[in-house]
């Protein structure tokens, strides 16, 4: 394929991606980072929905579709679904996020092409793993509130989920993870598999250290805005300058280094703080204090005695703060990447180092049906069959500098 690397883990696998929002496309993303082709199969004429979207929606197409190719056609339609079985043959994983019963009702679920294609590896991602929820419809915010997550996020009595689809990208994590482990087990016994993944067991694996320390103390568990911390220096403090910065506390010997960034020698000899227990239950005059020292400086100020102190810190960031960010861009972990529709951007790559080297873009975000015919005469058809395929509607082609066209 174009901008194939022969070095990249997943070179020369191939997946079929028929996804919607965040979900699928999570899990494909990463499976093409590693070097998979990865063929979205969009539907005709207009394609993923995503594309248009607006509000927080405007960035889910832009960021979990680099590296993948873009196939558009109409699976319902006798020729369109016969593009697709051509293609399956040739796919080694099929990724699905739809709604329960979608893939059986277009003929694509798993028990039907299992029979005909034993190699393929088989994904499905949906709200909610085999029992009795599962021909429930889900979302990320659904099985936030499902789980406790957004119990544990907000104060008491104000439920907030997260601000980030961090079910969603979670459970296509482990999507992509059982897929990877399917074709190792594949390569074994020479057969794929069903891979499966919902939103609302990876919701609760998340929850699973709370769950925890609801069976160790015995009592109800308290939201992360009224927890009692197991630091005694564990919150954000507000600065001179109206700045927010959070400063942690974590050991004694972190305890003494704060006392000497800040030039505290009082605090640093008083007996009553000497351990992390001790400072526990001195709060209630000790943190009011430390708000006083640190709210009397700068946010610099703060920041440079922290990072002498080797202290775990960090002023309060936007995300439009992360495209400045010198970790981020020292350390290669933010990809260039030009939009669907001609805006430019840096966008997080993997978080992952492999080696010495990290896994980066190879092609943008694709136009709609930039790839279709590509794809297809892979598989047989010659450019008069894509020709009336596409004036018929049942396929979606690009011109060559990538933009939609009828015929």
């Not at 399956?88 to 059986?104: C, H, K, Q, S, Y």
């Not at 990208?169 to 016994?189: K, Q, S, W």
């Not at 197991?230 to 959070?246: C, E, S």
Request: proline letters at 7%; charged letters at 25%; a negative charge.
């Amino acid at each position: 394929m174009t901008g194939a690397d022969a070095s990249l883990p997943l070179t020369g696998v191939t997946v079929l991606e028929f996804s919607q929002a965040v979900l699928g496309p999570a899990a494909g993303l990463v499976l093409a980072d590693l070097g998979a082709e990865v063929v979205r199969i969009e539907p005709a004429p207009d394609g993923d929905p995503t594309r248009r979207l607006r509000g927080f929606g405007m960035g889910y197409y832009p960021f979990f579709n680099r590296n993948k190719k873009s196939v558009v056609l109409d699976v319902k339609d006798p020729r369109g679904y016969e593009a697709v079985e051509r293609l399956v043959g040739r796919a080694d994983v099929l990724i699905e996020n739809f709604a329960p019963g979608t893939m059986d009702r277009l003929r694509l679920g798993y028990d039907e092409l299992s029979e005909r294609f034993p190699r393929l590896v088989y994904c499905s991602l949906k709200g909610f793993l085999p029992g009795p929820y599962e021909r429930r419809t889900a979302l990320d915010e659904v099985v936030q509130i499902m789980s406790g997550l957004a119990y544990m996020t907000g104060p008491q009595g104000r439920p907030l989920r997260a601000g980030a689809s961090v079910v969603d990208i979670m459970t296509g994590v482990y999507g992509a993870m059982g897929a990877i482990l399917a074709l190792r087990e594949r390569d074994r016994t020479g057969r794929g598999t069903l891979v499966r993944s919902a939103l609302f067991e990876t919701a609760a694996f998340i929850m699973g250290h709370h769950m925890a320390y609801a069976v160790a103390s015995g009592e109800p568990v308290p939201p992360m805005p009224e927890r009692v911390s197991a630091w005694a220096v564990y919150q954000q403090f507000t600065t001179a300058d109206g700045a927010i910065v959070f400063i942690g506390v974590t050991s004694d010997k972190q305890w003494g280094r704060f006392c000497e960034a800040f030039e505290r020698p009082d605090l640093g000899s008083d007996t009553r703080l000497r351990s992390n227990n001790d400072r526990i239950a001195e709060r209630d005059w000790l943190l009011p204090e430390l708000e006083r020292m640190v709210g009397a400086m700068p946010l610099e100020e703060v920041v440079a005695r922290c990072d002498a102190a080797g202290l775990p810190f960090s002023p309060l960031a936007r995300p439009e703060d992360l495209f400045e960010d010198p970790q981020l861009l020292q350390g290669g972990s933010l990809l260039d990447t030009a939009f669907p529709d001609g805006q430019q951007g840096r966008l997080p790559a993997l978080p992952l180092a492999f080696g010495s080297g990290r896994w980066g873009k190879r092609s943008d975000p694709p136009t709609l049906g930039q790839h279709t015919a590509e794809v297809l005469r892979r598989v047989g058809y010659a450019d008069p069959e894509l020709e009336a395929l596409a004036a018929a509607g049942v396929i979606g082609l690009a011109d060559a500098d990538g933009e939609r066209r009828r015929a």
